[in-house]
């Protein structure tokens, strides 16, 4: 699909998107102006018939125990789903074959995930954006990216001593011309 005009082109460059959530990931491809999806992982949830959940024991009109709530393993879930994204990268040709790499993927899971893919596709990542944005449109992954591109550090999100820094640094960038 091609890009629109006011978004990133990544022209002369290969870039991969995941967007990945709890049970979904979506792999892009972006490049000369066109983007297309390469790889959709889905893991389904696993049903057991022995799922244990809350009990109660009673009898002669008392409660005699009760038992737990069920749990679902949710580490679990999100393991297999790491192992068949960096599946997917291995059989893509790996992070060699790309300039870049943009993730999108809950914070949660942002280390679990950063675990398991491999260190040449981790030294390739250029922004990680918080949320889920599975099933969304590609065009809004590339907005995504192009705000974070453009985004400027907010000088109140830091202490007096790293502003003073920052101050000083952007006197010196006016003071020398370009």
Same mark, same amino acid.
């Given at each position: 699909? #091609?890009?629109? /005009?006011?978004?990133?082109?990544?022209?002369?460059? &290969?870039?991969?998107?995941?967007?990945? *959530? $709890?049970?979904?990931?979506?792999?892009?491809?972006?490049?000369?102006?066109?983007?297309? %999806?390469?790889?959709?992982?889905? !893991?389904? =949830?696993?049903?057991?018939?022995?799922?244990?959940?809350?009990?109660?024991? /009673?009898? *002669?009109? $008392?409660?005699?125990?009760?038992? /737990?709530?069920?749990? =679902?393993?949710? @580490?679990?879930?999100? #393991?297999?789903?790491?192992?068949?994204?960096?599946?997917?990268?291995?059989?893509?040709?790996?992070? +060699?074959?790309?300039?870049?790499?943009?993730?999108?993927?809950?914070?949660?899971?942002?280390?679990?995930?950063?675990?398991? !893919? *491999?260190?040449?596709?981790? &030294?390739? !990542?250029?922004?990680?954006?918080?949320?889920?944005?599975?099933? #969304? @449109?590609?065009?809004?992954?590339?907005?995504?990216?192009?705000? +974070? &591109?453009?985004?400027?550090?907010?000088?109140?999100?830091?202490? *007096?001593?790293?502003? %003073?820094?920052?101050?000083?640094?952007?006197?010196? #960038?006016?003071?020398?011309? /370009?």
């Amino acid at each position: 699909m #091609k890009i629109k /005009s006011q978004l990133p082109q990544f022209t002369g460059e &290969r870039v991969l998107i995941i967007a990945v *959530s $709890k049970q979904n990931a979506q792999v892009y491809e972006a490049k000369d102006g066109f983007i297309e %999806k390469l790889k959709d992982i889905e !893991i389904e =949830s696993p049903y057991y018939t022995d799922r244990e959940g809350f009990f109660m024991k /009673s009898g *002669s009109g $008392k409660q005699l125990g009760s038992g /737990s709530v069920y749990e =679902s393993d949710k @580490h679990q879930l999100w #393991k297999q789903l790491v192992k068949e994204l960096s599946v997917c990268l291995k059989t893509l040709g790996g992070a +060699g074959e790309f300039d870049g790499v943009y993730m999108f993927m809950p914070m949660a899971m942002k280390n679990v995930i950063l675990a398991g !893919i *491999s260190d040449e596709c981790r &030294r390739k !990542i250029r922004q990680i954006r918080a949320g889920i944005f599975i099933g #969304k @449109h590609p065009f809004e992954y590339l907005e995504k990216i192009m705000k +974070g &591109r453009t985004r400027k550090l907010d000088p109140r999100r830091y202490r *007096s001593e790293v502003r %003073k820094l920052m101050d000083k640094e952007n006197a010196l #960038k006016e003071a020398v011309p /370009s």
